[in-house]
């Protein structure tokens, strides 16, 4: 069954980076673009930008381009989120999703930004 | 950016009622619309793609409708184990956008 696992909830200073992974298995990786929304507490869901597995071109929303890198490593069906100088606005929870209908979606790695 | 006006972003009902949340975009997105719900502390599931095609697995009680502009999404007898946070999402441009969400609670 299709499977997308993230890595562990993170706490970071104001000014670090942060690599979150989003592990996937059950099929074909290159087969599907992988989407990153960001949900911020108590908070709607935020469509970040998606990656061809296929290529490795990325496509981000104008809020996130600059600080935040999308990337992979197909040899282990994984794609990567990279944020960096990281600010305490950048606290949400971080989730890869499947697709252009998002059909599939990571568990979510909480990133938290505080001094 | 289309922008997906969703509403009401809040609804309480009793069980066994027939529940509606519509959603309205700034321009005309065809069929594109997605529908998600999501459980507290938990990621979003796809219910529903293109209007109105529902995922496997997923209840009959849910259902979609619209297009162009307009989008409605319906509970026909709302379970208690539906009380979750309802997202309309459109897939025909760039950046893709979500509605703000509707709050289900029973009441």
């Known amino acids: 069954q299709v499977q997308l696992v993230q890595s562990g909830s993170e706490l970071k200073k104001p000014g670090a980076s942060v690599k979150v992974a989003c592990k996937a298995s059950?099929?074909?990786?290159?087969?599907?673009?992988m989407n990153w929304v960001r949900q911020a507490p108590g908070q709607g869901l935020e469509w970040m930008g998606w990656?061809?597995?296929?290529?490795?071109?990325?496509t981000y929303a104008q809020a996130f381009t600059g600080r935040f890198v999308f990337s992979l490593d197909t040899s282990v069906s994984t794609a990567y989120l990279h944020i960096s100088s990281l600010q305490a606005e950048d606290t949400a929870t971080y989730y890869c999703?499947?697709?252009?209908?998002?059909?599939?979606w990571g568990q979510g790695t909480l990133v938290t930004v505080s001094s | 950016d289309i922008q997906m006006t969703q509403s009401p972003s809040s609804l309480s009902a009793s069980v066994g009622d027939r529940v509606t949340i519509t959603c309205q975009a700034s321009?005309?997105?065809?069929?594109?619309v997605n529908w998600y719900q999501q459980k507290p502390g938990k990621a979003p599931k796809l219910l529903i793609n293109?209007?109105?095609n529902l995922q496997t697995g997923v209840s009959s009680r849910f259902s979609g409708s619209g297009s162009g502009t307009d989008f409605t999404f319906t509970i026909s007898s709302l379970q208690p184990e539906d009380i979750a946070t309802y997202y309309c999402?459109?897939?025909?441009?760039?950046?893709?956008?979500f509605g703000q969400g509707t709050k289900l609670e029973i009441k």
């Open positions: 059950g099929y074909i990786f290159a087969t599907y673009t």
């Open positions: 999703a499947r697709a252009v209908y998002l059909d599939h």
């Open positions: 990656i061809n597995t296929n290529t490795g071109n990325p």
């Open positions: 321009h005309d997105i065809s069929d594109y």
């Open positions: 999402q459109q897939c025909h441009n760039l950046p893709r956008t």
């Open positions: 293109d209007v109105s």
